[in-house]
């Protein structure tokens, strides 16, 4: 559990212009942030977590969504979304022990890690949580002796070469081996109620989850030709996309294709997904300050107190590249590099970006930066990951001031 730090709050002039993929914080505002709470900093906007819960629910209306915590296990994020009705996907122990926290009914929660060890389904079933993922015979096999609570769900394998991140890798049955797993865990009292599976993250067109929906409409119906129960969960995973530096499709336009599919499910079959990033990129900016600088080779060399061991360590285990700029304004840009504070020659967040002249103490603003960045974040060389401010707790119509937290 993330321990909580000084509890401030201050009123905020709720900026104007509503950017669709970024925080709504001016410069001043930023400034003024960095000022109070230090540097670095990773700023959560809960406005833009609400706003990517409700747009992707209306791209995907009647499907339950699970928020992944993996990308942003946060508890002002749990809390923000608990507010808004969503449910929750946990991975593990530490996650089930924030959603607790958090105050989170168990029975909005799925644990839906393939692979658990025996405390890691006793820990989420003493909790209430009941609904669990398994993709081999030898997972199944751990809830024989949880039959009378624990359900499951088979997780299917869908290739995605395309994705940036392939999660059907590591995880998942083949097609072929779903209805033999299904009555494995009969032949032992374990209900399985559905299956689901994961295209991969930051997808880059739909086709995969049509593909992945049409195979699962047709698995249903084997199991039904096969005497096996009727099946009434299909989960279809997280894996929707935002623009870091390419715009990607409008999510309503995504998800055009995949409504047509569902709509294909017999009728009492309930749709859940288990969204991550798309709900948590957008709500954060990273703040960083010039803590030195160095001519090498004739470029600029800018040394932030944040890095790739830190807030940016989704450049090397997310495969992404955000958005940044300097918190200045000037008419002249330079070819610069951006590094981090370790003493690790690795540690570069861009080795050519164009940047105004830079001073120690200038701010530098990554934008896109909520999911897979502070979540991954190491303390090595003993410089400690950002401090999370969180801004816009309630939601606007509550009042004009807002709240701000910092978590460590
Ligand atoms: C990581 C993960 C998610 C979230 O995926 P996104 O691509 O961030 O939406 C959802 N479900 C499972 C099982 C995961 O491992």
């Known amino acids: ?48 977590v609400r706003r990517q819960y409700h747009a992707l629910k209306a ?46 009914a168990p029975d909005r929660c799925i644990h839906t890690h393939p ?78 109620r559905g299956l689901s599976f994961h295209v991969g993250s930051q997808a880059t067109e739909p086709s995969k989850y049509v593909e992945a929906i049409n195979a699962c409409v047709g698995l249903y119906g084997e199991a039904l030709l096969a005497g096996l ?11 929707f996309p935002v623009s870091y530096n390419e715009a990607v499709m ?15 499910l017999p009728k009492h079959v309930r749709v859940i997904a288990e969204p991550g990033r798309f709900i948590a990129a957008p709500a954060a900016i990273s703040v960083s300050t ?12 800018y040394y932030l107190d944040d890095g790739v061991y830190g807030s940016y ?28 504070p370790t003493c690790d020659s690795i540690d570069v967040i861009d080795d050519n970006i164009m940047l105004p002249e830079l001073e120690v103490g200038d701010l530098v603003v990554g934008r896109m930066m909520g999911a897979y960045t502070w979540a991954s974040a190491t303390d090595f060389n003993f410089f400690r990951r950002a401090k999370v401010v969180v801004v816009n707790e309630a939601p606007a119509d509550s009042g004009r001031v807002v709240k701000l937290k910092t978590h460590r």
Request: hydrophobic content about 45%; some cysteine; overall charge neutral.
């Open 290 to 301: 010039v803590m030195g600088k160095a001519k090498r080779n004739g470029s600029m060399w």
């Open 1 to 48: 559990m993330l321990p909580r730090a000084a509890v401030q709050s201050l009123s905020l002039f709720s900026s104007d212009k509503v950017n669709e993929s970024s925080i709504t914080l001016s410069d001043e505002e930023i400034r003024s942030l960095a000022a109070r709470f230090g540097s670095p900093l990773l700023v959560v906007d809960c406005e833009q």
């Open 250 to 264: 409008p999510i309503d336009e995504f998800c055009t294709p995949i409504r047509a599919a569902l709509a294909h």
């Open 313 to 340: 360590s989704g450049q090397m285990f997310d495969h992404a590249k955000y958005p940044v700029r300097a918190l200045k304004e000037s008419t002249e840009l330079f070819p610069s590099v951006l590094a981090g």
């Open 229 to 239: 129960p009727a099946l009434d969960v299909l989960d279809i995973g997280g894996g």
């Open 115 to 192: 692979i658990k060890r025996d405390s890691d389904i006793r820990d989420a079933l003493r909790y209430g949580v009941n609904t669990f993922v398994v993709d081999n015979p030898e997972e199944v096999k751990k809830f024989a002796r949880y039959r009378k609570r624990a359900e499951l769900l088979v997780r299917v394998s869908f290739r995605s070469p395309n994705a940036v991140c392939d999660l059907s890798k590591k995880f998942g049955c083949e097609q072929g081996a779903v209805l033999s797993l299904i009555e494995q865990a009969r032949a032992l009292g374990v209900r399985v």
């Open 59 to 104: 791209a995907l209306p009647g499907v339950d969504l699970h928020y992944a915590l993996k990308p942003l296990p946060h508890v002002a994020v749990v809390a923000c979304l608990r507010d808004e009705g969503a449910f929750f996907d946990l991975a593990t122990t530490g996650e089930v022990e924030l959603v607790k926290a958090a105050g989170i």
